[in-house]
């Protein structure tokens, strides 16, 4: 378990007086975009092959992956974190991060030795998880924004489950080609930047404790 460190939070860097900065915008724009494509290629499925997702609210266990982000939506997730979130919840939400950390530490082989009530073969949520819903589901990342399958949900738990059921789940592709075009106005933008696409995208615990500036952040 995390120690409860000392954490103080300056007040004066959260609140509704955060202004939406030029790229929270540009993402913004990408995400509204993406969402219509999605919206499209849903309804397309559902007329023409008769398929319609099994993903629903209360249904999280696509939040046990590994959600990989960019610096782009990292950042401006950030930007509404700060904005839209309450102190207590900024605390909550360095503690959870920080859990996940130990335990993605551990699952790689690095500080095998610290003393955690986390045991190897637990797999934590997102952090941004809040009571089965996600806390930021708003500006949630392309990856998660298509990510939606037609199989058993029961399937899309991690193996260490002990309920699972065998099988791999059905993806919807066509719904993640269909946003592809955004992935890439994304890409474009990093790299216009003079960036790295490529290199800026992390796992989501790792940007964000990166971009909230939190000490036990990994090094870029």
Same mark, same amino acid.
Not at 67 to 73: F, S
Not at 173 to 192: G, Q
């Given at each position: 378990m995390v120690e409860n460190s000392v954490f103080c939070i300056d007040p004066e860097k959260y609140g509704a007086d955060i202004p939406i900065t030029p790229e929270e915008k540009f993402v913004n724009g990408v995400y509204a975009s993406t969402d219509e494509?999605?919206?499209?290629?849903?309804?397309?499925?559902?007329?023409?092959?008769?398929?319609?997702?099994?993903?629903k609210l209360g249904c999280y266990?696509?939040?046990?992956?590994?959600? @990989? #982000?960019?610096?782009?939506? =990292?950042? +401006?997730?950030?930007q509404y974190i700060k904005r839209e979130f309450s102190i207590s919840q900024i605390y909550e939400l360095r503690l959870r991060?920080?859990?996940?950390?130990?335990w993605y530490d551990i699952r790689a082989g690095r500080n095998i030795h610290q003393k955690t009530a986390l045991s190897d073969d637990?797999?934590?949520?997102?952090?941004?998880?809040m009571e089965g819903v996600c806390g930021a589901y708003s500006m949630r990342p392309v990856i998660c924004r298509t990510h939606f399958v037609c199989s058993d949900p029961s399937i899309c738990r991690q193996t260490n489950d002990p309920v699972s059921i065998k099988g791999d789940p059905l993806? @919807? #592709?066509?719904?993640?080609? =269909?946003? +592809?075009?955004?992935?890439?106005?994304?890409?474009?933008?990093?790299?216009?930047?003079?960036l790295d696409f490529h290199?800026?995208?992390?796992?989501?615990?790792?940007?964000?404790?990166?971009?909230?500036?939190?000490?036990?952040?990994v090094s870029l």
């Open positions: 494509a999605v919206r499209r290629e849903l309804s397309r499925l559902r007329s023409e092959d008769n398929v319609i997702p099994t993903c266990h696509c939040c046990r992956q590994h959600i @990989l #982000t960019n610096i782009a939506e =990292a950042k +401006s997730l950030v991060t920080q859990q996940w950390h130990e637990t797999n934590l949520c997102c952090p941004l998880l993806a @919807l #592709t066509t719904v993640v080609m =269909a946003a +592809s075009p955004f992935s890439v106005v994304l890409r474009d933008r990093i790299e216009n930047a003079g290199r800026s995208i992390m796992l989501l615990p790792h940007w964000l404790a990166n971009a909230m500036g939190w000490d036990f952040a």
